[in-house]
């Protein structure tokens, strides 16, 4: 399932997503939130919107901030988490619905950013699975469970460079990981592919070096 650009919403749409750009500008970013709710929930597949609704999540977190610390503090995300887990097969964009909720109540939370992301990597939406990893990595860089989740989704957007340099940043943390171990495995096959140095047949063992 491809992802979209603001170029491809309907007319109405793109309105208010100038609409929700205006009212970043003019230090108006609950608007911009409220806006950007509007248009995802008719294409949640539009990463560049998603985008525009994080810098406004973040920028009306930073104005409000004890109240935001305050919701935070007094309802626990976790069952939300754990219902979203178990729908990311079933049902990926119920899943990705709970993140979202969850992301409009503290746009900080790491545990709903990676739940975007494995909602978005279901449903084939590389970029938003990136933009969500990214995100929850920056905000938390010392895991190397998020590296390797950010990793895994830099090589299924085909940015196997990117997979390797975060994969080895993973095994950095913690050398003996296999999961990190086998992304950068993977990773380094994919940039060999890429740069079509990868013989045809024969055993693959040795042709990727870590």
């Not at 990311?88 to 049902?91: M, Q, T």
């Not at 993973?170 to 990868?198: F, H, I, M, S, Y």
């Given at each position: 399932?491809?992802?979209?650009?603001?170029?491809?919403?309907?007319?109405?749409?793109?309105?208010?997503?100038?609409?929700?750009?205006?009212?970043l500008?003019?230090?108006?970013?609950e608007?911009?939130?409220?806006?950007?709710?509007?248009?995802?929930?008719?294409?949640?597949?539009?990463?560049?919107?998603?985008?525009?609704?994080?810098?406004?999540?973040?920028?009306?977190?930073?104005?409000?901030?004890?109240?935001?610390?305050?919701?935070?503090?007094?309802?626990?995300?976790?069952?939300?988490?754990?219902?979203?887990?178990?729908k990311?097969?079933?049902?990926p964009?119920?899943?990705?619905?709970?993140?979202?909720?969850?992301?409009?109540?503290n746009?900080?939370?790491?545990?709903?950013?990676?739940?975007?992301?494995?909602?978005?990597?279901?449903?084939?939406?590389?970029?938003?699975?990136?933009?969500?990893?990214?995100?929850?990595?920056?905000?938390?860089?010392?895991?190397?469970?998020?590296?390797?989740?950010?990793?895994?989704?830099?090589?299924?957007?085909?940015?196997?460079?990117?997979?390797?340099?975060?994969?080895?940043?993973?095994?950095?943390?913690?050398?003996?990981?296999?999961?990190?171990?086998?992304?950068?495995?993977?990773?380094?096959?994919?940039?060999?592919?890429?740069?079509?140095?990868?013989?045809?047949?024969?055993?693959?063992?040795?042709?990727?070096?870590?």
């Open positions: 399932m491809a992802e979209i650009t603001i170029a491809s919403l309907e007319p109405h749409l793109q309105k208010q997503v100038e609409s929700a750009r205006t009212a500008e003019r230090g108006k970013p608007q911009t939130v409220e806006l950007c709710a509007l248009v995802l929930a008719v294409h949640p597949d539009c990463p560049q919107v998603r985008r525009l609704e994080r810098a406004a999540q973040l920028r009306f977190a930073a104005i409000r901030r004890s109240l935001v610390s305050k919701l935070v503090s007094a309802v626990s995300s976790a069952p939300f988490i754990i219902g979203g887990n178990l990311l097969k079933d049902d964009r119920s899943a990705l619905a709970t993140a979202e909720r969850l992301l409009r109540r746009p900080q939370s790491v545990p709903a950013l990676n739940l975007l992301g494995q909602s978005a990597t279901e449903l084939g939406w590389t970029e938003t699975a990136v933009f969500a990893h990214e995100t929850a990595s920056d905000l938390e860089p010392e895991r190397p469970d998020l590296l390797i989740s950010l990793g895994s989704a830099y090589l299924a957007a085909g940015r196997a460079a990117d997979a390797v340099s975060t994969a080895r940043h993973a095994l950095q943390l913690e050398p003996e990981n296999p999961d990190a171990q086998t992304l950068l495995q993977d990773a380094l096959v994919a940039v060999t592919v890429a740069e079509g140095k990868w013989e045809q047949g024969g055993d693959s063992r040795g042709k990727a070096v870590i």
